[in-house]
């Protein structure tokens, strides 16, 4: 028996959008947009009539705006939010506002939908552990620890000179629960690939610099690493780094993801050998697992947020079953542990 289609309404006031998404979707047999919606009231209503898996939203809406529509819409039902965003500053802007109040990730617009269908699987798998978690305030699941090599214990110091860190979706909300517990003197740099387009890495960077005590900024090609400062990889680019500076190039095919978290690990593990600290926080696919793998056999130590925490669990579960995870944590402890192995 083949499994249930994957039911997803589709909002937008444009008529030229509401024509163009159903068929793109569709295009994928797995999935059926079971309606569509012009507004954001038209978009709660129907919603709750039709109980589809997935949203997708507009954000510019007359009547209802997305913004107060996806309030409504993960308060009052189970389904995961996609938002549809303008690829500008200001559209950055509001969309990682949207993250932040339930949305699981977004599509710009003026991309073509590239990866709709890859972002609307990651948003059921999301919606599976929405469901499953309970919302009663109960404790987060204890900590799960690997076995280890001899080389450090589980809460020990680690050795290390910088620290990199992979995120997909549910990174942005994951990237402010660890740099917000970090402090501002950190001993080494950290630089972050999330996999987002560009414009969206750079308002990433200002709100979680205005937000959180370390320094954080959007990389750029040739910037010195230093200690105390976090580098958001810039979207649509792959970033890499050597023993003292971030080289920041276009893509040459290496990854379907730009930034890449293997491609920032490899040039990590080519310039820092095993004093590098990896964290692999939640996302689909695998992209990371096979260079923190690699850094891991090596010496280096990475932590892996555990599945409990994760809106998918996917790119932490690549890592642990490609045996290159040293701890698993849930994200409300990884970084006081970042502290704890930086010695901070």
């Given at each position: 028996m083949?499994?249930?289609?994957?039911?997803?309404?589709?909002?937008?006031?444009?008529?030229?959008?509401?024509?163009?998404?159903?068929?793109?979707?569709?295009?994928?047999?797995?999935?059926?947009?079971?309606?569509?919606?012009?507004?954001?009231?038209?978009?709660?209503?129907?919603?709750?009539a039709?109980?589809?898996?997935?949203?997708?939203?507009?954000?510019?809406m007359?009547?209802?705006?997305?913004?107060?529509?996806?309030?409504?819409?993960?308060s009052r039902?189970s389904?995961?939010?996609?938002?549809?965003?303008?690829?500008?500053?200001?559209?950055?802007?509001i969309?990682?506002?949207?993250?932040?109040?339930g949305?699981?990730?977004?599509?710009?617009?003026?991309?073509?939908?590239?990866?709709?269908?890859?972002?609307?699987?990651?948003?059921?798998e999301?919606?599976?552990?929405?469901?499953?978690?309970?919302?009663?305030?109960?404790?987060?699941?204890?900590?799960?620890?690997?076995?280890?090599?001899?080389?450090?214990?589980?809460?020990?110091?680690?050795?290390?000179?910088?620290?990199?860190v992979?995120?997909?979706?549910?990174?942005?909300?994951?990237?402010?629960?660890?740099?917000?517990?970090?402090?501002?003197?950190?001993p080494v740099?950290i630089?972050?690939?999330?996999?987002?387009?560009?414009?969206?890495t750079?308002?990433?960077?200002?709100?979680?610099?205005?937000?959180?005590?370390?320094?954080?900024?959007?990389?750029?090609?040739g910037?010195?690493?230093?200690?105390?400062t976090?580098?958001?990889?810039?979207?649509?680019?792959?970033?890499r780094?050597?023993?003292?500076?971030?080289?920041?190039?276009?893509?040459?095919?290496?990854?379907?993801?730009?930034?890449?978290?293997?491609?920032?690990?490899e040039?990590?593990?080519?310039?820092?050998?095993?004093?590098?600290?990896?964290v692999?926080?939640?996302?689909?696919?695998?992209?990371?697992?096979a260079e923190?793998?690699?850094?891991?056999?090596l010496?280096?130590?990475?932590?892996?947020?555990d599945?409990?925490?994760?809106?998918?669990?996917?790119?932490?579960?690549s890592?642990?079953?490609?045996?290159?995870?040293?701890?698993v944590?849930?994200?409300?402890?990884?970084?006081?542990?970042i502290?704890?192995?930086?010695?901070?």
């Open positions: 083949s499994p249930p289609l994957i039911r997803v309404l589709v909002v937008d006031d444009s008529p030229f959008m509401r024509s163009v998404l159903p068929p793109k979707i569709e295009a994928d047999p797995r999935f059926k947009v079971v309606g569509t919606a012009i507004d954001g009231r038209d978009a709660i209503e129907k919603t709750l039709l109980s589809p898996d997935v949203v997708t939203l507009d954000i510019d007359p009547v209802m705006n997305g913004i107060d529509a996806l309030k409504e819409i993960v039902s389904a995961s939010v996609i938002m549809l965003s303008a690829r500008t500053e200001q559209g950055a802007s969309t990682l506002e949207a993250l932040d109040l949305a699981i990730d977004f599509i710009p617009k003026s991309r073509g939908l590239e990866r709709i269908h890859e972002k609307l699987s990651a948003a059921v999301a919606r599976k552990h929405r469901i499953r978690t309970p919302a009663t305030g109960a404790k987060p699941a204890a900590a799960v620890r690997t076995p280890l090599p001899p080389r450090t214990a589980c809460g020990g110091r680690v050795s290390a000179k910088i620290c990199i992979g995120s997909s979706t549910g990174g942005p909300q994951a990237l402010q629960s660890v740099i917000s517990q970090l402090p501002e003197a950190l740099p630089v972050v690939a999330q996999h987002m387009p560009p414009n969206f750079k308002a990433l960077a200002q709100r979680l610099n205005d937000t959180c005590k370390p320094k954080v900024v959007e990389a750029e090609d910037m010195t690493l230093t200690k105390g976090i580098y958001i990889a810039p979207g649509g680019m792959q970033t780094v050597t023993g003292s500076e971030i080289k920041v190039r276009p893509d040459q095919g290496e990854s379907l993801y730009k930034p890449s978290v293997d491609v920032l690990a040039s990590a593990r080519s310039a820092f050998g095993k004093n590098v600290l990896g692999m926080l939640t996302g689909m696919g695998a992209d990371g697992a923190f793998a690699k850094l891991h056999k010496g280096a130590y990475n932590i892996s947020q599945q409990a925490s994760c809106v998918v669990y996917g790119m932490p579960r890592l642990v079953e490609a045996g290159g995870s040293d701890e944590l849930p994200l409300d402890q990884i970084g006081g542990r502290r704890s192995a930086l010695g901070c």
